[in-house]
């Protein structure tokens, strides 16, 4: 081993004769990929929260911002994340998970100062001083925190689907909705989207954990139709999922569906029947229609101790989930397990029984503490251009309740459906189903007003009705009903060039050059519903106040009736999940008002 | 008391007397105290006295997401933090059966190097400097930042990365940065001849480190001693060759060795270490942008990652020797607990107060860096 | 077309008219009866309906006020011109539309669609007028007039297309 030497050290006084190292008194400019001070785009944070969720340190707050609005339904909250410079270590972590990609860091990275405050900053895009440094760590996308992609779901092959009218999606398997559950941030966004407010992130987070019995726990407490908004429910919440801002949103409606397929029917109703009111309240409340809104409104109240009685026109429960939504999108012994679990905590319904016909309005009002009435859109609209009134058309919603009841159906070697909305698709895709089963062939032509990129159906509903074999004719408008004779053979369009005008009112221009005839022995017509209001009686009409066609609500769905309320699609226009919202709603404003009431002998 | 009752305590005549020893010093890369017991200038007994850096980590990290994790673990040893994060993201990985892509497995082996490199340099600059020779210190830091400002350009951050993720790294490497640690490898091999000229070759160096502090191979081996300082006894142990993770298996590099096993033999073993890493590093720039492919695989998101029930040790060769992480989970968001196998605590504890009794004062420090005793690592 | 229709009638006194307080006057005539139709619609159908109807004859109010408020004004022929450089779109949905018999119990899109054919019923009337008509200010007036009846039958189809058609099915 050598022993070293006592010289060669020396040599380091060479140092002595080099420049000194000198550096500039600005920061010398970070790297590219620098963590420094966050900046943050306004204009696409959503307020989610998922950075403050995820940071380690606790070092960033949500701060509510009173300028910025809320809009819930776009998935959008009135709050910016706000850093605190004491606890950041600048991990990034809130750069890698943010799920619309705003949040990201700086290449600034000084900050000198004797105010502790200037170290908690809200940023923007212009950084913690204004300076407008340029980025340095953000968004990557071979390194997102964010699972983008859904779990795929198992369905039928169209051919298959074609045959029967049994449901066609699978269902998620529980590993695929172990996946999906626990693709979710926790955000909340759907929560304030959903009409009824469900509680979506503790039940797909009970999901997450294994815990089905808790989800569907969770799904009770605001939504007693989840089988059936497991299954068609317009979903909102995906529509304001912060996923989707970037990917895919979490598929709520089918883990709702999961976990209520996980339990059996009896866990169900156990779960229901928690916390409910054991004692009757002596109070009556009678119910018109039983749908969404008007079992909802039941269940409610009966929990809460109230004697229900709803009565309902046609011999099963479930209104338009029923007779208007095809079997092969909601089995109907689904929705009978949804009416059973409501029906069991003591709603007596009473089918077969028209008010208007076999019971007045006025009874009603003179036997129960409270009426609400909730009887739908089951009218069809008619566009009445020439033709309409010849008996081969025929309203789309007619069609869907005759296939339901099981009245024989003439099925049509070709049909034509008018509307481009999911009321169009269900009459579209019955008839192919009725049309396979008879003819063996689909001869189905849909015409819309919208162009394909802005049809009102469901992407997915376009999609399905495609390849059963309906053919989507875009941007077309009805001219009018070709007549040979007394025969119906088909419907004459013309091309629509746009369909807003300037204020976006609907008010479609048309290419009156440009016509087409599609062929058809019955023309379906899929636009607009009514609801039939004949069963209130002149008096009571004349009495009520309205807002257009429909009776005036105040915000809790009481009408200018003291003892009256109105609820669901015949006062909000068709939805499943807003009809359970006003169910609520007006059941928690009977509930307030007939407590305080004398009871009605 | 009644005076009466009062007995004053009688002391027996002694040479001892007991010296607190820090918890500044210059044996140390972070505060760190030793009770010394000494006779003179000699050392009868000595204590460690840790704790100063104590903030907890392992239970922090109960509280903690798997991914979170991931900004906490580096910080648990300052000059080399790479294997830390590297050996966390391993045991992770191991628990949740996660393949790590090619790309990013070379890129960890990459950063591991560097971290070595940047270990050792500082550790040529402390050792030296634990004599009172602080040119050496300065050059080490100097060059040791040329290789930071590489960390900065792959990782935006110049000593805590938290680069290293379960599953991979976080970002791809920028364009160029490659020829660039090429230069920086080449410049920092230039420099050596300058090392030796003032550290390695020094006779002053050489006389005061020689027989400070030696340990038996059989000692080294009851005591729990790894890594550079293992194969300063004579012992080639190595995880890269012995244990290989990631790539090192289809890396070309020896193990080198010195059998006195004192303070010496273990900063000459370091030395020929840094070559190595040099040597790796030059395969690793070879290769690397031959291996494409994803830099990370698929993660479930973080928030609800529920890694399974399992408990795993995955262990690194870091700078300071063999770097283990024993990782439990019961299924869930949070590990349910992490232990840090750290080298330091073994060296700077229990090797520390066993090599302590009999050196002379002036020693200690030396002894305690030559072991590359990390002190926020024992601590944790 | 039933008889309550003004355009039949006062065709022939249009077609003589010479002056334009004389087309005018006709013109509010029209509207008048329209007026008067509604009010006394609004007496025969249920309360629902009630509201559409009352407003219709509110429009037909208002275009009574205009023409008349026309009539007074001494910068009327300028007025006119402004209006005729920019005529507005003809979207003809209403064309398409049957013209219903409006029996007792209409109801509201058969009033919608009453209200359609007879604005459209107008304009086509002073339209042809305008054709007819000699180039000067009496031409000018009925182009006006048409332009302006079919604008009130655009707001029209907008409000039937509101009603009947669907926002979100």
Redesign the interface.
């Known amino acids: 081993?050598?022993?070293?030497?006592?010289l060669?050290?020396l040599?380091?006084l060479a140092?002595l004769g080099r420049p000194a190292?000198t550096l500039p008194m600005e920061p010398r400019p970070?790297?590219?990929?620098?963590?420094g001070f966050h900046v943050n785009d306004w204009e696409a944070c959503i307020g989610c929260g998922?950075c403050a969720?995820?940071c380690?340190?606790e070092a960033i707050d949500m701060v509510d911002i009173p300028e910025l609005k809320a809009d819930p339904l776009a998935g959008i909250k009135p709050r910016r994340p706000a850093i605190d410079y004491g606890r950041c270590?600048?991990?990034?972590?809130c750069v890698?998970?943010c799920p619309t990609g705003s949040i990201s860091?700086s290449r600034e990275y000084v900050h000198v100062g004797p105010d502790l405050n200037t170290y908690y900053i809200l940023p923007d895009e212009k950084g913690i001083h204004g300076l407008n440094y340029p980025k340095?760590?953000s968004k990557?996308p071979?390194?997102d925190?964010?699972?983008l992609k859904r779990q795929t779901m198992g369905e039928m092959e169209p051919q298959e689907r074609l045959q029967s009218f049994a449901e066609m999606v699978a269902g998620f398997t529980p590993e695929a909705a172990l996946?999906e559950?626990?693709?979710?941030?926790?955000c909340g966004m759907c929560h304030d989207a959903c009409p009824s407010h469900m509680h979506a992130p503790e039940y797909i987070?009970a999901l997450?954990s294994g815990d089905a019995e808790e989800a569907v726990r969770q799904i009770y407490r605001t939504n007693p139709f989840s089988e059936v908004c497991g299954r068609v429910c317009t979903r909102r919440c995906e529509d304001a999922c912060s996923l989707g801002n970037r990917g895919e949103p979490i598929a709520i409606r089918w883990l709702k569906r999961f976990a209520m397929d996980s339990l059996n029917h009896e866990q169900v109703r156990r779960i229901a029947a928690e916390g409910r009111e054991l004692a009757p309240s002596g109070r009556k409340v009678a119910i018109v229609g039983a749908g969404p809104a008007g079992l909802t409104c039941a269940y409610d109240l009966a929990r809460q101790g109230h004697a229900v009685t709803v009565f309902e026109a046609l011999p099963h429960a479930g209104g338009m989930m029923r007779y208007g939504i095809p079997e092969y999108r909601l089995p109907y012994d689904r929705l009978d397990d949804d009416v059973d679990v409501i029906a069991s905590l003591g709603v007596e319904i009473r089918y077969k029984t028209r008010v208007g016909h076999d019971i007045s309005m006025e009874r009603l009002r003179d036997q129960f503490d409270a009426v609400m009435i909730a009887i739908g859109l089951h009218k069809g609209r008619s566009t009445r251009v020439p033709g309409t009134n010849n008996e081969n058309v025929i309203a789309a919603i007619d069609l869907l309740r005759d296939v339901t009841l099981g009245v024989a159906v003439d099925v049509p070697k070709k049909a034509v459906v008018i509307g481009g909305g999911n009321v169009a698709m269900d009459a579209a895709r019955t008839l192919a189903r009725l049309q396979t089963r008879a003819y063996g062939a689909v001869q189905v032509e849909l015409v819309a007003l919208e162009p394909a990129d802005a049809m009102l159906a469901d992407a997915d509903e376009v999609r399905e009705a495609k390849e059963e074999g309906v053919v989507i004719v875009n941007s077309r408008g009805p001219r009018c009903c070709i007549i040979n004779g007394e025969r119906l053979t088909g419907l004459e369009t013309v091309r629509c060039l746009s369909i807003f005008d300037n204020q976006g009112r609907f008010h479609p221009l048309y290419d009156h050059e440009d016509a087409q005839v599609h062929e058809g022995d019955v023309v379906v017509e899929a636009i607009g519903q009514m609801s039939d209001f004949s069963l209130l009686g002149d008096k009571l009409t004349e009495k009520l106040d309205w807002n257009g066609p429909r009776p005036r609500i105040d915000q809790d769905g009481r009408t200018s009736e003291p003892w009256l309320w109105a609820a669901g699609d015949m006062v909000e226009g068709p939805d499943v999940i807003h009809a359970v919202a006003a169910g609520h709603r007006a059941a928690a404003s009977i509930h307030n008002e007939i407590m305080v009431r004398e009871k009605t002998p | 008391m009644r005076p009466e009752n009062y007995k004053p305590v009688q002391h027996s005549a002694s040479h001892e007397y007991e010296l607190y020893f820090g918890p500044n010093h210059p044996g140390i890369e972070g505060n760190y105290a030793l009770k010394c017991v000494l006779s003179g200038d000699v050392v009868q007994s000595l204590r460690a006295d840790g704790g100063y850096l104590h903030r907890g980590f392992e239970k922090i990290m109960e509280e903690?997401?798997w991914?979170?994790?991931?900004?906490?673990v580096p910080r648990i040893c300052v000059p080399d933090p790479v294997p830390m994060e590297e050996t966390y993201a391993r045991a992770v990985e191991m628990l949740g059966g996660l393949e790590i892509p090619k790309r990013a497995q070379w890129i960890r082996a990459l950063m591991l190097e560097a971290s070595r490199v940047c270990a050792h340099l500082f550790y040529f600059g402390g050792h030296a400097a634990t004599m009172g020779m602080y040119?050496n210190m300065f050059w080490g830091v100097?060059d040791r930042d040329l290789i930071l400002?590489i960390f900065?350009?792959?990782?935006?951050?110049r000593i805590?990365h938290?680069y290293i993720?379960p599953g991979?790294?976080?970002?791809?490497l920028?364009e160029g940065v490659l020829d660039r640690l090429s230069k920086v490898l080449d410049y920092v091999e230039s420099r050596l001849p300058?090392f030796?000229?003032?550290?390695f070759?020094?006779?002053?160096?050489?006389?005061r480190a020689t027989g400070v502090g030696t340990l038996t191979t059989e000692q080294a081996l009851s005591w729990g001693v790894t890594g550079p300082n293992l194969r300063a006894c004579g012992l080639p142990f190595d995880v890269r060759r012995d244990d290989p993770y990631l790539i090192y298996d289809e890396l070309d590099f020896d193990i080198p060795t010195e059998t006195?096993g004192d303070a010496w033999a273990r900063t000459l073993v370091r030395r020929e270490e840094l070559l190595q890493s040099i040597r790796i590093l030059r395969q690793i720039i070879a290769t690397l942008p031959k291996v494409g492919g994803?830099?990370?695989c698929?993660?479930?998101?973080?928030?609800?990652?529920?890694v399974p029930a399992g408990s795993v040790y995955a262990r690194t060769e870091s700078s300071k020797g063999e770097l283990g992480f024993f990782v439990v989970s019961k299924g869930g968001a949070k590990p349910w607990r992490v232990h840090v196998r750290g080298p330091s605590s073994m060296h700077a504890v229990h090797v520390l107060e066993r090599l302590g009794p009999g050196s002379r004062l002036e020693d200690v420090a030396q002894i305690m860096f030559s072991l590359d005793a990390c002190p926020p690592e024992v601590d944790r | 077309m039933s008889e309550e229709h003004p355009e039949g009638t006062g065709r022939e006194r249009l077609e003589n008219s010479t002056t334009i307080g004389e087309v005018l006057e006709v013109a509010m005539g029209f509207e008048a009866t329209a007026r008067d139709f509604y009010a006394s619609l609004a007496g025969r159908v249920s309360k629902p309906l009630r509201g559409l109807v009352q407003e219709l004859a509110e429009e037909e109010k208002r275009h009574y006020q205009l023409f008349s408020d026309l009539r007074e004004r001494p910068d009327v022929q300028e007025k006119i011109s402004e209006k005729i450089e920019r005529p507005a779109n003809d979207h003809r949905f209403s064309d398409y539309v049957q013209l219903p018999e409006l029996g007792d119990y209409p109801d509201d899109q058969s009033i919608l669609q009453y209200a359609m054919g007879r604005e459209h019923a107008a304009m086509e009337q002073y339209g042809s007028l305008a054709e007819q008509a000699p180039a000067g200010p009496i031409q000018d007036l009925f182009r006006f007039l048409a332009i302006e009846e079919m604008e009130h039958k655009g707001e029209l189809e907008k409000r039937w297309y509101e009603l009947v058609y669907p926002s979100n099915v």
């Open positions: 081993m050598s022993k070293g030497s006592f060669r050290p040599k380091a140092y190292v970070a790297a590219p990929n620098y963590r998922t969720q995820i380690d340190n270590c600048w991990c990034a972590l890698d998970i860091l340095g760590w990557s071979d390194a925190l964010l699972d996946m559950a626990s693709r979710c941030i926790q987070r997450w | 903690r997401l991914i979170q994790n991931v900004a906490l040119s100097t400002d900065e350009e792959i990782t935006g951050a805590y938290m993720t991979g790294v976080r970002r791809d920028p300058e030796d000229n003032l550290f070759d020094n006779a002053v160096v050489i006389n006195a994803p830099i990370r698929a993660l479930p998101n973080p928030l609800a990652w529920n």
